[in-house]
């Protein structure tokens, strides 16, 4: 029986898990890694794309997903944060979308399906990484013209259909709109997950996570925290949140933000710290667990998790954390 995460946020604070990338460069690989019984003939250079490595080096992707189950993540996501057709047009490789998504979302499901076998009491969930794009729908990459746009929302709901399709068929639990910088991308997103659910016949609940670039506390595309969640308050989604740009202790009033203004599961994965001079996260296991802790505190979050930086030593110790307190109630739930 497939297990409900609505009634395990109910019960506890879920943990999502820490970063793929940071994971990936642990392993030194080379050129031939990314072209591995795939595409081997493919005339441009891969690596780096990330992505493609559920498909040539699985073996990999399936340990990284391992081990933050193992330090206590509840949730992982796939290894498909760059699996649009858009991002992948600057491989060549475009035609190549639904495959990447199908693969990751695939092994992810095999590795969660284990743990959960393992322990039926705390079943594992995958959530299908839907990432920004490279593209943007609300700002000009030309600053001599404001007007252009290097895509259209026809098209970028076009490419989120196809890797929403590839994610679902995979076997994802939930749909991840993370890293959000312009709102406008993201409703392309949910537009298509819509469109691709309904096709389906199916119902994946919907996490969204937006980004605050800076220290104004706004969107890439000008937002505030309380106009971007406003902006995608009529999707029936199942938690909102924020990940990625800023570490723990700086995202900590916008997610009071969200606390008082949502009436949805509230999510949070920040980086490890601010980047370094040499685009290095210095923070702890320990020293995000501090920070992190602070919100639990004051009852601020559902699910709780790591960005850039972080490692299965740093999910840890957020997930003993995690561990001492009781879920934030939201409204639907208090009343």
């Given at each position: 029986?497939?297990?409900d995460i609505?009634?395990?946020?109910?019960?506890?604070?879920?943990?999502?898990?820490?970063?793929?990338?940071?994971?990936?460069q642990?392993?030194?690989?080379?050129e031939?890694?990314?072209?591995?019984?795939?595409?081997?003939?493919?005339?441009?250079d891969?690596?780096?794309?990330?992505?493609?490595?559920?498909?040539?080096r699985?073996?990999?992707?399936?340990?990284?997903?391992?081990?933050?189950?193992?330090?206590?993540?509840?949730?992982?996501e796939?290894?498909?944060?760059?699996?649009?057709?858009?991002?992948?047009?600057?491989?060549?490789?475009?035609?190549?979308?639904?495959?990447?998504?199908?693969?990751g979302?695939?092994?992810?499901?095999?590795v969660?399906?284990?743990?959960?076998?393992?322990?039926?009491n705390?079943?594992?969930?995958?959530?299908?990484?839907?990432?920004?794009?490279?593209?943007?729908?609300?700002?000009?990459?030309?600053?001599?013209?404001?007007?252009?746009?290097?895509v259209?929302?026809?098209?970028?709901?076009?490419?989120?259909?196809?890797?929403?399709?590839?994610?679902?068929?995979?076997?994802?639990?939930?749909?991840?709109?993370?890293?959000?910088?312009d709102?406008?991308?993201?409703?392309a997103?949910?537009?298509?997950?819509?469109?691709?659910?309904?096709?389906?016949?199916?119902?994946?609940?919907?996490?969204?996570s937006?980004?605050?670039?800076?220290?104004?506390?706004?969107t890439?595309?000008?937002?505030?925290?309380?106009?971007?969640?406003?902006?995608?308050?009529?999707?029936?989604?199942?938690?909102?949140?924020?990940?990625?740009?800023?570490?723990a202790?700086?995202?900590?009033?916008?997610?009071?933000?969200?606390?008082?203004?949502?009436?949805?599961f509230?999510?949070a994965h920040?980086?490890?710290g601010l980047?370094?001079?040499?685009?290095?996260?210095?923070?702890?296991?320990?020293?995000?667990?501090?920070?992190?802790?602070d919100?639990?505190k004051?009852?601020?979050?559902?699910?709780?998790g790591?960005?850039?930086?972080?490692?299965?030593?740093?999910?840890?110790?957020?997930?003993?954390?995690?561990?001492?307190?009781s879920p934030?109630?939201?409204?639907?739930?208090?009343?």
């Amino acid at each position: 029986m497939k297990a409900d995460i609505r009634k395990e946020l109910e019960k506890r604070i879920l943990v999502l898990d820490g970063a793929m990338g940071t994971m990936i460069q642990q392993y030194g690989l080379q050129e031939e890694d990314f072209r591995k019984g795939c595409f081997e003939d493919h005339t441009s250079d891969l690596k780096g794309n990330n992505d493609l490595l559920s498909m040539t080096r699985p073996e990999i992707i399936k340990e990284i997903h391992a081990k933050y189950f193992e330090a206590g993540a509840d949730i992982v996501e796939t290894n498909t944060f760059s699996g649009t057709s858009i991002a992948q047009e600057d491989y060549d490789l475009a035609k190549s979308a639904y495959d990447i998504n199908y693969h990751g979302a695939k092994i992810a499901k095999e590795v969660a399906d284990e743990f959960t076998a393992k322990e039926p009491n705390k079943p594992r969930f995958v959530a299908g990484s839907i990432g920004p794009t490279n593209r943007t729908l609300s700002i000009s990459p030309d600053v001599n013209d404001p007007g252009f746009r290097a895509v259209t929302f026809e098209e970028m709901v076009g490419a989120y259909k196809e890797q929403v399709k590839g994610l679902i068929d995979g076997g994802s639990d939930l749909l991840l709109v993370e890293t959000i910088f312009d709102t406008l991308n993201a409703k392309a997103a949910l537009f298509a997950i819509d469109e691709v659910q309904q096709e389906l016949g199916t119902e994946l609940p919907i996490m969204v996570s937006g980004t605050i670039t800076d220290a104004s506390g706004r969107t890439l595309s000008g937002q505030t925290t309380e106009a971007f969640l406003i902006s995608i308050s009529h999707i029936p989604i199942l938690s909102v949140g924020l990940n990625c740009a800023l570490g723990a202790s700086e995202l900590r009033p916008y997610l009071q933000v969200l606390d008082q203004k949502s009436d949805f599961f509230v999510s949070a994965h920040p980086n490890a710290g601010l980047p370094n001079e040499f685009g290095e996260y210095d923070e702890t296991p320990e020293m995000m667990a501090d920070q992190i802790e602070d919100f639990l505190k004051e009852n601020l979050v559902n699910i709780v998790g790591g960005c850039c930086g972080t490692t299965p030593e740093h999910i840890r110790e957020i997930a003993d954390v995690a561990a001492k307190y009781s879920p934030r109630k939201i409204k639907e739930l208090a009343d």
